[in-house]
């Protein structure tokens, strides 16, 4: 079931014309007393009126994940579904990785133009509005690319992949991984449902396909795909002014570590070393024209509280 024509309706209504113009004047809006599914069809009728975008702001995961089911079906031609995690980005452990996999899909779609020149919905948490991530200017640096007809030194790609934290195995299987059988490149990446095999022509780029990690048959044939880091480590560790800089606050295990190029866990503890004030949020990604629709203030609030609770004792 779509809610498609309902929503246009909704656009239509002389109700919608006044709240638009209240939204516009004071820049905020207070829908009280509405449930889920109500909230959703004004909030999305709202934005695609005015041809904006929609960030949708939760207290919790699951309901998120309530609100992205129904998001789904409100007539977006881009939706995507931002995870978070309750640990602060600050812990001195790597968060897991499925993750950070679910964010940079979500990111690598952002630092597309073709998509964010159409409207599109963004479901996520309170989390997401915490400064926790490399600016969007440096992470478009480590994200690529590929499209058939380009070319590409074959030792570029090798060097490109391992940069962004891509494991060479003999057999792709699972997000993370590529390989490399003569002019044939197989590559999992972490933004994306399928892995893909590249077919190469001497440093041309001829076919891309997608293909079944189960049965490895190539699938569907694609016109090109973007390549994400595999996690925030090698950005961050990277942007460092100086390895020496976060010595201080590692333990001696992790010193040897670093001696010998290996990031320690939970590197996203130093963003600030590496960003400064850059450290950027979910709002920096997006286009100015973004409605932000914050459901459940208390309890978003609530959830906030007991982070900034928490923060000085990282």
């Not at 702001?57 to 998120?64: F, K, P």
């Not at 964010?116 to 690319?145: D, F, G, M, R, W």
């Not at 950005?235 to 320690?264: F, H, T």
């Amino acid at each position: 079931m779509s809610f498609n024509s309902l929503i246009r309706s909704i656009s239509q209504s002389p109700l919608t014309t006044d709240l638009i113009d209240k939204l516009n004047k004071a820049s905020t809006l207070h829908l009280q007393g509405a449930s889920r599914l109500p909230k959703g069809l004004v909030s999305s009728a709202l934005a695609q009126t005015q041809n904006k975008n929609l960030l949708i702001v939760c207290a919790t995961l699951e309901e998120a994940a309530r609100w992205m089911a129904q998001i789904e079906l409100m007539g977006w031609k881009h939706h995507f579904f931002y995870p978070t995690s309750e640990a602060s980005p600050y812990e001195s452990f790597d968060r897991e990785s499925e993750m950070i996999w679910g964010q940079l899909q979500t990111l690598s779609a952002l630092l597309k133009e073709e998509i964010t020149s159409q409207p599109l919905a963004i479901v996520t948490t309170e989390k997401a509005l915490q400064p926790h991530l490399p600016p969007p200017s440096v992470l478009s640096q480590y994200c690529l690319n590929l499209f058939k007809g380009m070319t590409l030194e074959s030792k570029d790609i090798d060097l490109t992949l391992a940069k962004m934290g891509y494991e060479r195995v003999n057999l792709v299987e699972t997000e993370g991984q590529w390989g490399k059988r003569g002019d044939l490149i197989d590559i999992f990446p972490v933004s994306a449902e399928f892995p893909v095999r590249l077919e190469w022509f001497g440093d041309e780029l001829e076919n891309i396909r997608e293909f079944d990690p189960a049965s490895q048959r190539s699938l569907d044939a694609i016109e090109d795909f973007s390549l994400t880091p595999t996690n925030y480590q090698t950005v961050i560790g990277q942007s460092l002014p100086s390895l020496n800089s976060i010595k201080p606050y590692l333990s001696a295990s992790e010193q040897e570590q670093l001696a010998q190029e290996i990031y320690p866990e939970g590197l996203t503890r130093f963003l600030g070393f590496a960003f400064g004030d850059q450290v950027a949020s979910i709002l920096d990604y997006l286009p100015s024209n973004t409605i932000v629709e914050i459901d459940e203030m208390e309890q978003c609030q609530a959830h906030s509280c007991i982070w900034v609770e928490q923060a000085p004792e990282k």
